[in-house]
């Protein structure tokens, strides 16, 4: 089978939905490799509409902690998976080096992300952090943030001659 490109950029066929039949047909035994491919093309095709993130410099703190296990309603799709794929479509959709995935639990989990990975290689790889508690902070207590903070105090205190201070460099 063939993937349509026109036809998959106009459907509207939610994303998680191309993973979830991509996950599911891959269990069963003696399943096609190009009914597999052409399902892994409509979830990266899927998010071709995306606006481009551009040269903004972004964080992208995936919750991983373990409730994210957790299936949404009925079905087999879990919570976690469904932020792997956009955690996967955000690394897309940016220039690399541009944006900085952070998933985190009780502490930023290191972790090897791409924007050149499939968006089901970003899933996977998000879905195997899985579990441990959760703590939002930590996304923001980063080092990097830290320092940026720590100049923009400096930029907003005023100087005794009443002009602001100009931050040092580093």
């Excluded at 939610?14 to 052409?38: C, K, Q, V």
């Excluded at 481009?52 to 296990?69: N, P």
């Excluded at 989990?109 to 970003?122: F, K, P």
Aim: net charge positive; glycine share 10%; hydrophobic share 35%.
């Amino acid at each position: 089978p063939r993937v349509d490109l026109e036809r998959a950029a106009v459907v509207r066929v939610l994303p998680f939905r191309f993973y979830n039949a991509w996950r599911e047909y891959s269990t069963i035994e003696g399943s096609r490799s190009e009914i597999r491919d052409a399902l892994r093309a409509a979830l990266e095709l899927s998010f071709v509409n995306l606006p481009s993130l551009g040269e903004r410099r972004v964080a992208i703190g995936t919750d991983v902690s373990g409730s994210m296990s957790d299936t949404v309603g009925n079905g087999s799709m879990r919570f976690i998976d469904i932020a792997g794929i956009f955690t996967g479509a955000l690394l897309k959709s940016a220039r690399e080096g541009t944006v900085f995935p952070l998933p985190f639990e009780t502490n930023v989990r290191q972790c090897d992300l791409s924007g050149r990975d499939d968006i089901m290689v970003t899933t996977e790889k998000i879905a195997a952090l899985g579990g441990g508690g959760r703590d939002t902070r930590v996304v923001r207590a980063r080092p990097e943030s830290r320092r940026r903070r720590r100049l923009r105090r400096r930029q907003r205190q005023p100087r005794s001659d009443g002009l602001r201070q100009r931050p040092s460099v580093g």
